[in-house]
């Protein structure tokens, strides 16, 4: 019981920091296409700021979720099952999640570049690059369901 309510809480916060990572690039979208509204920019980059202080902590509390439900067998043998029992999908399904991991830090930059007057790319830009986390989380959660090797 205890290995499904961590599990649980895991799927929690990663569906909150997934939808930061989601949303923060259609903020940049939005500040792409505010032009010379200053006040407008000012609103879109504080609610970035917000978005990606939000993002982190959820990614943090997913991580910590995670790490007990990969490693937490070795601590707490009698609640914990071991997972993944030298399986190797975790470690792809890591590297996709260190991969996303990368893409909210350089939209984060780019937020931060914006709230300091640098034109980010352009919108265009912007919304094709908005679509990749979607097909990174496909290749996670096929990892995650079907542990293929």
Not at 22 to 47: H, K, S
Not at 82 to 96: C, F, G, P, R, T
Not at 124 to 146: D, M, S, W, Y
């Given at each position: 019981?205890?290995y ?9 916060f990663?569906?909150a920091w997934m939808?930061t990572?989601f949303y ?12 010379d ?5 000012a ?22 979720f ?5 490693q ?9 099952p071991?997972?993944?029992?030298s399986?190797?999908w975790i ?15 350089w ?9 300091q ?5 352009s919108?265009?830009t912007?919304?094709l ?10 290749g996670v959660?096929f990892?995650?369901?079907a542990?293929?090797f």
């Amino acid at each position: 019981m205890t290995y499904l309510w961590i599990k649980s809480f895991h799927l929690l916060f990663v569906m909150a920091w997934m939808a930061t990572v989601f949303y923060l690039p259609r903020i940049l979208v939005n500040i792409a296409e505010a032009g010379d509204e200053p006040a407008v920019r000012a609103r879109l980059v504080l609610m970035g700021r917000r978005l990606y202080r939000f993002g982190h902590h959820m990614f943090g509390m997913a991580f910590l979720f995670g790490l007990t439900l990969w490693q937490g067998w070795r601590v707490f043998p009698a609640l914990l099952p071991n997972v993944v029992a030298s399986m190797h999908w975790i470690d792809a399904k890591l590297s996709l999640v260190a991969l996303l991991l990368a893409y909210f830090i350089w939209a984060g930059r780019l937020l931060g570049r914006g709230g300091q007057g640098v034109a980010p790319p352009s919108s265009k830009t912007l919304r094709l690059i908005n679509e990749l986390p979607v097909l990174v989380l496909l290749g996670v959660i096929f990892l995650v369901i079907a542990k293929p090797f």
